[in-house]
């Protein structure tokens, strides 16, 4: 699959990229949306495709396509709309696969899907069609000529068996010859496909636990650099503790002794008063929402000792943790 369509990470709540950019008439293509529901007041995602668009199958991740329910209506092209409340909570994310084959007249245009976030489907059918302005659109480039025939003498140029005969070779390099046109995506990790994330974050040293959220590996590796900057921090620890669980962490460090008379005594950071001073020791505490047990399946011990075993990854080895963990 093909990096993310770039432009949208900031703006909006959802991405799109298509399989391909460049496509021949009666070609198959895949349209793929990734979203996330921020909110309940806006749970509806509207997609408006071409008219000579015809649509083989749509998919959702996660999900069984025979309970996926798709609003449909045509008029001046086709409008699907999901309702994502039916199946995501906000905060969640997944990814919306569309497969069309193009029906289009032979010669060169283009075609142009479009997406964005409404609170209801419009009952009315021309406000149906009306996109708003928050709306995203991505084009398809569709030729009626193969590329490959400007490098064969001008005569063949009006020959309609070599020109399809062409297509058929161009759509085996196609996805090839893509990748290697948007190679620089696949460096983003904003943009790169899912499947890219754990050799992505190898590259900057990191080892992705498979119980992270995909959304939060993404952050977690544009922020690397930071992140190591300050590694064995109470300031590192805390972030990545809210990046892997979405919730409140609070840190409380004690890096003093106790006061002993005598000897080299002196006032400074190494000074302490009381008995119940523990020197080196980090004290975590944590508010957990409960939704991170269902998304992890873990019960509450087992979701403990995974925080337990990032803390110990995270902070010096001489130091001692003690944790505790509120779920809400």
Known sequence: MSPMAAGGKDRYSFEMALDRYVCYSMEAVTLTIRVRLETPSRTILCLHLPQK???????????????????????????????????LDPGQSTQLHIRARLNTITMNHYLSFCAWMASDVPDNTSQFFTEPKESRSIELAVKANAEYMRFLPEIYSYDDFINRFLMMFESFWKPINQQISQGENYYDPYLTPDNFLNWLASWVGMEIDETFPKERIR??????????????????????????????????????????????????????????????????????????????????????KKIKQFIRNIVPAHTVFLLSCKYE
């Open 53 to 87: 668009v015809e649509v083989e199958s749509i998919s959702m991740d996660n999900f069984d396509d025979n309970m996926l329910t798709v609003y449909s209506r045509n008029f001046d092209g086709k409008l699907l709309a999901v309702q994502l409340s039916k199946y």
């Open 219 to 304: 952050e977690l590796i544009k922020n690397a650099v930071p992140f190591y900057h300050s590694r064995g921090t109470a300031e590192s620890l805390r972030y990545f503790l809210e990046m892997y669980s979405g919730g409140k962490v609070e840190i409380s460090e004690r890096k003093a002794h106790n006061m002993i008379i005598g000897g080299p005594m002196g006032l400074g950071d190494g000074l302490a008063l009381g008995t119940e001073n523990k020197p080196n020791t980090v004290s975590v505490s944590m508010i957990v929402p409960f939704s991170e047990l269902e998304r992890t399946g873990f019960t509450k011990d087992k979701y403990s």
